[in-house]
């Protein structure tokens, strides 16, 4: 326990959080504070759980054990209503844009907005076509999204994610297909955010060079734990093997490039080597 | 190995009703928060009612003129061609009309609402609205089932009203039925209480409310994959058209 | 925008269709459409058994319908059936001495109440009592078919209208075919009840075809089969002149009940013989 962080600084504490999958240990005791104000970045192996962390901060999946503190609430035991009125607060952007397909773009960035709001038309149009001029898709408004490209579907979900203005924004893989152009718009449009609104932002990514740009920290994550934290640029050398291994990009080290398996050569029908 | 495997197949299928079941509880509890959504039922009302039209209406027609053909000639043994317009207006109002509808509505309507919601789940479409705070079983659920519900019985009515037509055009125009003696004798027997509501009206609610919930049931818990949405769709059919024909059996013997 | 207000639109119509099929179900292929909605007085008849006859059955007068049965119960201290008969205004003049019986539409048809019109000169009123009733009569015996059945007539070259008058039209409607040697030669335009007269005019509209039909030809009210429906036959005179648009028909043939004509060949089929039979039967009886 971090008994030095007020409440007020921390605005995502996770203590403890264990979650099993498919008999697969997702989560072990997993501890993480994400300050309030601050771009994070989580980064690590693909499948150790980045995904489904997000989806735990959120409330769309719960853990076997721990605690999901957002904003001095506890996520696990909101009521269905409590947790609607916190996910008005919090802007998700999807690995894969999970733009609603019956809707053209605009009506895509419209759509929290007439859900919870009663606006005027007009209101809405200038709020949707801001946030569209934003992520450079203004042009685009009246396509379906069967029309757009994986990068152009991002940045419309992105616009979509912060329609409301919100507390906080996560992002699941946001550069995943930009050219270098959006790249640095979008790069441009999340620091935006965080300075001029104070919008923490907690970002999955893999592009260590885009997130030196923009993220404040980075956490480290693998086999179910935080294993290293620091500042974007001194992470790579702390001296930490996981660290060494993750950004060095190398096979063997502490995290297993292999998903758990037998053994290799059994697998393959070899006779097992006596010792 | 036999039996263990009937004994699965079993097991499972009261698995899906029992969820099922709970699943239709989850929507009707979310059909008052719907209320907020009434331009998404409309929109969904377009969709599986006006759309279905088509169809509806053709096979309708068809169905009218195969009666008609078949009871002619199987009347004019008895020398009863005069009873041609009563009993073709009472098979299509008792039995056609409510069970070919809803047939035809599983398979038109029903699967595409499956295909539609399992792949707004695999696309995570589903788990976006959960995230714009905008609960799905209120917003996708419910006005899908709403819809169902109301479009079955008028796309019923259009079809008893097609298939009484067909029913004329082939025993009045082609058989030279007598005009007079095909309405007559079909306004004589024909009780807008017994035939029309409880045959059209409450059969084709009933119909309505069930394949809506196996088509909106099938797609909320369609594995997101694209075989996952094919079973789903294939098995929304298949439970549909299983469930219209027994639950006619009991409504049959209920209400008549 | 638009393309929502376009969904509302059309969604629109098809509830309107939607419901404009069910009125029609409902209002046009229903008994609904055989009702009158103007004004009734009741009559009350009282019948040892009604059969199969139920609420709603309607009540004919030489086979047109002038009203229906309103309710049935079982009179008070006797085992007799309580039959009140709602009958429209229009038809207000039925003799007080007239008989209602408990007929059946076909053999396999609904049963409905008769009324044969009687001689006095009072007249029934609201609330009076039919005294003299006939109760239903069983029907155990299938007979075969008398009379092919036949195609309706379609009048291509326009027609003429003639007119005549049954004593009782069985179930004839408006539209039944009418047929010479078998053939449909036209159709029944109207039947109608003449208030105060004891019998129903009918009007025939015979296609200008065949207008080589002499004017002292008769014309009978027969069934089609069995269960079929029933039509007009004409067979033809010997006179020189032939009939013309608004000629009545001098004679005709009415309509046979079903149990009149089971009555008959009972009769008839008992022969002479069994005739002694069944009056010794009955004059014992009476004897002891
Ligand atoms: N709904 C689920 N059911 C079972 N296992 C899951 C589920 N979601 C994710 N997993 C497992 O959890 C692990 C983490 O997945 P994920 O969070 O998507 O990884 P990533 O870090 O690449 O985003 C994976 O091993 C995956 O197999
Ligand atoms: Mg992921």
Redesign the pocket.
Known sequence: MNAAASPDDTLIRIRGLTTV??G?K?FDALDLDIPRGKITAIM????????????HITGQ?HGDAGQIAVDGKNVPELSREALYGLREKIGYLF?NSALLTDFDVFENVAFPLRQHTRLPEVLIRNIVLTKLQAVGLRGAARLMPSELSGGMARRVALARAIVFDPMLILY??PFVGLDPIALNQVLKLIRTLNETLGITSVL?AHELSAIQRVADRICL?ANGKIVAEGDPHGIENDGSPWTRQFFGGEADGPVPFQ?PAGDYAEALGFPRAKA | MNARVDDNVVSRSLAQIGECGLFLLKVLAAIPRSGRYARETVRQLWFVGAMSLTIIMTCGLFVGMVLGLQLYHVLSIFGGTAATGTVVALSIYRELGPVVTALLFAGRAGTAVTAEIGLMRATDQIAAMELMAVDPLAYVAAPRFLAGLIAMPLLCCVFCALGIFGGHLVGVSWLGIDNGTFWSNMTDTVEVWQDIVNGVIWKSLAFGAVVALIAVFQGYTAPPTSEGVAYATTRTVVASSIAILALDFVLTAFLM | MSQRKSYAVGTGLFIVLGFAALGYLATQTSSVANRHHGATYTVDAKFENIGQLKERAPVKIAGVRVGEVASIALAKGAPVADVKLAIDKRYADIPVDSVATVFTSGLLGDQYVGIEYGHARQYIADGGKLGLTRSSQPLEEMLGKFFGAGGGADAIGGSYDVTARFSNVGTLSAGSPVKMAGVAIGRVLSVQAEPGKLDALVTLAIDNRYNQIPDDSSAAVFTSGLIGSQYVAIQPGGSPDMLKNGDEMILTQSAMQLEDLIGKFLVNGSGSGDKKDSGSSATPAGKH
């Open positions: 999958l498919n697969k997702v690590g192996p693909s499948g150790t759980g980045k995904t489904t962390l997000l989806k999946m690995q699941d893989e999955v994550i998903y």
